[in-house]
């Protein structure tokens, strides 16, 4: 069965950084374009950035809010999918999802206030 | 960025007739491999989403048959042939043809 778990998420302060987890079974992170979708409270769905598949070259793309503060990486031993953030603000406050596209995780709460 | 625009943004329902959501793309959505990369969610209470259609018109797996989706170009349907209770939820139309991704503002369906 094909699952994620997402981890890590907490209570940061402004300016503060965070690394959430997302443990994947049943496939291969190397071989899936994956990516973290963010949702602020009581709102709807945003694209944070997403990882290509190996054979498709691996590159990262990020959305504009959090360019040049997120980064998306993986480990493949690990067989799981990171997301670092970095002056974190608290217009960052969300539950972060990773997913396949197809295949959701239950999400992390990542809480940004001082 | 691509604008994705759902009518209506509240849909009360009875139970056993259909319903009908429409989502609109500020361009087209053909790729330039000739697929269009629109899909449809389904987020119920206090869950994740869980991805109902892709590629506009294609059904996920265990994705009940009364579920459908149509459209093309920029104007886009997900129809429900006939509601059930547990269908109760947040719809999301989202498009995948152009960076970044973008989800439509959610369509709330409710049992009337």
């Known amino acids: 069965e094909v699952l994620l778990v997402e981890s890590g998420g907490g209570l940061v302060k402004p300016g503060g950084s965070l690394r959430l987890s997302c443990a994947a079974s049943g496939f291969t992170v190397t071989n899936a374009w994956m990516s973290w979708v963010r949702q602020a409270p009581g709102k709807g769905l945003e694209w944070v950035g997403r990882i290509k598949s190996k054979t498709d070259g691996g590159t990262t793309d990020y959305a504009a809010p959090v360019k040049g503060r997120f980064t998306v990486s993986r480990d493949d031993s690990k067989n799981t999918l990171y997301l670092e953030m970095d002056s974190l603000k608290t217009e960052d406050t969300a539950v972060y999802y990773c997913?396949?596209?197809?295949?959701w995780g239950q999400g992390t709460l990542v809480t940004v206030s001082s | 960025d691509v604008v994705m625009t759902q009518s209506p943004l509240s849909l009360p329902v009875t139970l056993g007739q259909p319903a009908s959501i429409s989502c609109r793309s500020s361009?087209?959505?053909?790729?330039?491999?000739?697929?269009?990369?629109l899909n449809w969610f389904q987020q119920r209470p206090g869950q994740s989403p869980r991805r109902l259609i892709y590629?506009?018109?294609n059904r996920d797996s265990g994705v009940p048959d009364r579920f459908s989706g149509s459209g093309s170009g920029t104007d886009f349907t997900l129809k429900i042939s006939r509601v059930e209770a547990e269908d109760v939820g947040v719809y999301y139309c989202m498009q995948g043809t152009h960076w970044p991704p973008a989800f439509g503002q959610g369509t709330r369906l409710e049992i009337k």
């Open positions: 997913t396949t596209g197809f295949r």
């Open positions: 361009q087209s959505l053909v790729y330039s491999d000739g697929n269009t990369y």
């Open positions: 590629k506009v018109s």
